[in-house]
């Protein structure tokens, strides 16, 4: 419905201000602001309880920001826009008053769409002819909020990268089958923030949670026509909002219940860092739904394409790409990144597929205005930044090439580590520089270890269990005609596709994840864990569960003994990670003795199986076994306090072999003895003292490590260091 009431006539509209853009409350009454280059008229559309639609031709326009104050408005009021202006898509401009349009600022938004025909500026059956079908009341309506919170003694954690375990987890996935979550709030910020996920979180480790997509994203309507949803979230239209099927309120709720999850996990010294998805909209290509962006100001927020405008230039895969050299459209991405720091308390973001946003142009530019503003920015530039750094355009693998102060997720860390430990022949070199922080990537920039988030699995592929399950993905359920997925995910089924009841594949299959874990969590640089790979999750071989909302994707707490026994294995490895600093370095190895801090040796060393040091041929062979020993004398870091580290010195024992094999301890010059720590081989580790110059069997397809307490360390025979600069 839309009319003209007596409200209108009695409502007072002041000028406002064109600044902050978005509907602000300051609790006398609400500022709105909006930009549009292109716009001829903007009305402000208020929408009360019953459907009614009140519509306000906005008084004030300054450099293209449309602005009014409403004295008396208050919380929880619905509104949107409508813009007039030319509908000329072949020079780029889709305004079109018909459809009622999201505030791109907007704190909160009610409800979802479905694929009705009003929502869309086209006709299906007639794409050339134009639809002027009114959208109210099947869009979603921005929701004016209340902003105070009472954050009470709130502080950000601050974790140092090096002391950081990332825990990468869905909202709902997480928390949607927990038998001591309550049920009314299953699924929500307010399990999230439970005292029992927060437990689980502790007693794994676990100091930073990096939440998938958590601002307001649309239903893809070709997903609901298959029965199915966006469950992952990456197809963002509200970039300062939460997402409201979070939240168990109603309307507006949504940001107190998020507010109230981050205070609660910063309370249990526990950072939130978001994954955000700044380089597309829901709206989709040409063929998609006018919801916000389109129907504001197409040409200034979308990159078209040059030679034909009614095209969107895509390098994302989902229809359109942000135009990031537009300076209203970098003023949105760092008001929303501000927003989310200052006023909901977040620590961190990753930016999906951050390539994009490097893009001026056609090309991948680390220079970029983006990284520029970013760069300079005193409070986004203070918080953790987290690059996914490619996207699906040329150019777009840019692992390795982010600015300084970034940190990226390594692909090629993933993909090394699968490789070596589904035995692939000439991968220990390789994978040696990603065990020990891949310098290779990051240190010519003069970044170190911690610009390296290590991760073997993430929401997108293969959970950790699945990983050693399959060698095929099984995405039957997507009805995508197994189309969909990565159809190369470095997989290994060990004998069997999926579930077996043979205990000698069952065994391997669970050494394996050990394995990946203790590899993982030992490397230098950052461990990311997917959620629920620390109990064996799976899903069933579907490596992209993108549109599963359902027991699937989510995590099943219901642990035989097995996962169990992996839990207790995984807390166990993260805790030797947090009491040993050499598992956590600041700085790459040096490898010689001029670096080696309170030792007269390197601090690190690489050996053959049989105790003597790696030589170069030794790297480019076949061989799928070393040992490496780690001096804990020679960190060469000072703690916080200025103080000089040591620690423990370790050996760590890989044979990613079919067969056993005889490791010879290395000699010491005092002490000569080594106590086993981890062993994924064994249900239960001996305990007991090992010899320097005897050989301790290491079974196949395991890690063995081993410590030297800091005041016996021992050292290699002729101290020996490895050329090989990891």
């Known amino acids: 419905m839309t009319g003209e009431t007596t409200w209108k006539a009695a409502m007072e509209i002041w000028p406002g201000t064109a600044y902050p853009l978005g509907a602000t409350y300051d609790g006398s009454g609400v500022n709105f602001a909006l930009f549009s280059e292109v716009a001829d008229v903007v009305e402000l559309c208020l929408i009360d309880d019953d459907g009614v639609e009140t519509r306000i ?19 929880g009021q619905r509104y949107g826009y409508r813009v007039h202006g030319p509908y000329e898509p072949e020079a780029g401009h889709r305004c079109d008053p018909s459809k009622l349009l999201l505030d791109p600022y907007a704190k909160a938004i009610e409800g979802q769409v479905t694929n009705d025909q009003a929502l869309f500026s086209y006709d299906f059956l007639e794409p050339a002819k134009r639809n002027t079908d009114d959208s109210l009341g099947k869009t979603m309506l921005s929701v004016v909020i209340n902003p105070y919170f009472d954050w009470g003694h709130d502080r950000p954690p601050r974790h140092d990268y090096h002391d950081t375990v990332i825990y990468e987890a869905h909202v709902k996935g997480l928390t949607m089958t927990h038998p001591d979550v309550p049920e009314d709030i299953r699924g929500t910020y307010a399990a999230i923030g439970h005292p029992v996920i927060i437990d689980h979180l502790k007693a794994l480790g676990i100091n930073a949670i990096e939440l998938m997509p958590v601002h307001q994203y649309v239903q893809d309507t070709t997903l609901q026509a298959r ?16 997402h409201n099927a979070y939240a168990r309120g109603q309307q507006g709720q949504q940001v ?22 700044y380089n597309h909209t829901a709206e989709g290509n040409e063929f998609g739904p006018t919801l916000c962006f389109r129907g504001l100001d197409n040409a200034s927020y979308y990159r078209l394409v040059d030679t034909a405008k009614q095209h969107y230039y895509d390098t994302t895969g989902t229809g359109n790409s942000l135009l990031m050299r537009n300076p209203h459209v970098l003023q949105l991405i760092m008001d929303s990144l501000r927003y989310w720091v200052t006023e909901m308390h977040v620590d961190g973001f990753r930016f999906d597929l951050a390539a994009t946003l490097a893009r001026q142009f056609h090309e991948v530019d680390k220079l970029s205005a983006f990284f520029d503003i970013i760069q300079q920015d005193p409070v986004i530039s203070q918080v953790k930044l987290i690059a996914e750094p490619w996207d699906v355009g040329d150019g777009g693998y840019q692992v390795g090439n982010f600015p300084p102060m970034w940190t990226e997720w390594n692909g090629q860390y993933r993909d090394t580590v699968r490789d070596f430990w589904r035995g692939v022949p000439a991968t220990l070199g390789e994978f040696a520089s990603r065990l020990t922080g891949s310098s290779d990537l990051y240190e010519h920039s003069g970044r170190k270890p911690i610009a390296s988030i290590n991760f073997i699995t993430a929401h997108d592929g293969f959970t950790l269990r699945d990983l050693v399950s399959y060698n095929e993905k099984h995405n039957a359920a997507n009805g995508e005609g197994g189309q969909d997925g990565e159809s190369h995910n470095r997989s290994w089924n060990h004998g069997v596709e999926g579930p077996t009841d043979d205990p000698e594949i069952s065994a391997l299959r669970l050494r394996q994840l050990r394995n990946f874990l203790t590899t993982l969590l030992l490397s230098q640089g950052v461990p990311m864990i997917s959620h629920g790979d620390e109990i064996g999750r799976t899903q069933g071989g579907n490596n992209n569960v993108y549109c599963q909302d359902n027991e699937i994707a989510w995590v099943d707490w219901e642990l035989d003994e097995d996962q169990l026994e992996l839990l207790e294995f995984t ?12 598992f956590r370095r600041r700085r790459f190895f040096a490898g010689s003795a001029d670096h080696g801090g309170q030792s007269t040796l390197g601090d690190i060393y690489w050996l053959k199986p049989v105790g003597e040091p790696m030589e170069e041929a030794d790297w480019s062979g076949d061989a799928l076994r070393v040992a490496v020993w780690l001096n804990g004398h020679a960190i060469h870091e000072p703690d916080s306090r200025g103080q000089m580290i040591t620690d423990d010195d370790f050996l760590v024992l890989l044979n990613a072999d079919n067969d056993e094999a005889a490791f010879t301890l290395p000699s010491a010059e005092w002490g000569e003895r080594w106590l086993i720590e981890i062993d994924t081989s064994a249900d239960v580790v001996d305990p007991g003292w090992h010899e320097a110059d005897s050989a301790l069997a290491v079974g ?27």
């Open 57 to 75: 031709a906005v008084p004030e326009v300054d450099h293209f920001v449309w602005h009014c104050y409403i004295p008396g408005l208050q919380p």
């Open 227 to 242: 029965g199915l949803s966006n469950y992952w979230g990456y197809n963002t239209i509200g970039f300062l909002a939460p």
């Open 256 to 277: 107190t219940e998020f507010k109230a999850m981050v205070k609660a996990l910063h309370e249990a010294d526990i950072e939130v860092i978001l994954d955000v998805v």
């Open 571 to 582: 807390k166990a490895v993260v805790r030797l990670r947090r009491n040993h600093a050499v």
């Open 700 to 726: 196949p397809r395991s890690v063995v490590i081993l410590r030297c307490p800091r005041e016996s360390a021992p050292v290699p025979t002729g101290a020996a260091t490895s050329e090989r600069k990891v």
